[in-house]
């Protein structure tokens, strides 16, 4: 049985509030680096790491909304798994170079 969650239904304020959601919570992770460059040396990003950690986060939510109202329902964990695993594959690239020098 197909059920997806039909856009149409709850109109575009449903999903303004899903894009609204997700910049506030943006905001939010991209805030716990921030207070801890303040806190410790240790911590050290500059503008373009919270641009492309942003951009990072921001992909990854659009696409878990896309998936929320396009995809069928025993398809949505999987489908978002995937979407998690590769930010979180790009993330370490970015950050140390896991499986490559990325991020060296």
Known sequence: MDERVDLRRYGRSGRVKGYLWLLLSVAVILLIPFIAMQVTEEVQWGPGDFLVMG??????????????????SRWRLPVIGLFILTFLWVWAELAVGVFTDLGQ
Do not use: E
């Not at 951009?55 to 998936?67: D, P, R």
């Open 55 to 72: 951009t990072l986060l921001l992909v990854l939510g659009s696409l878990c909304i896309f998936v929320l109202g396009k995809v069928a």
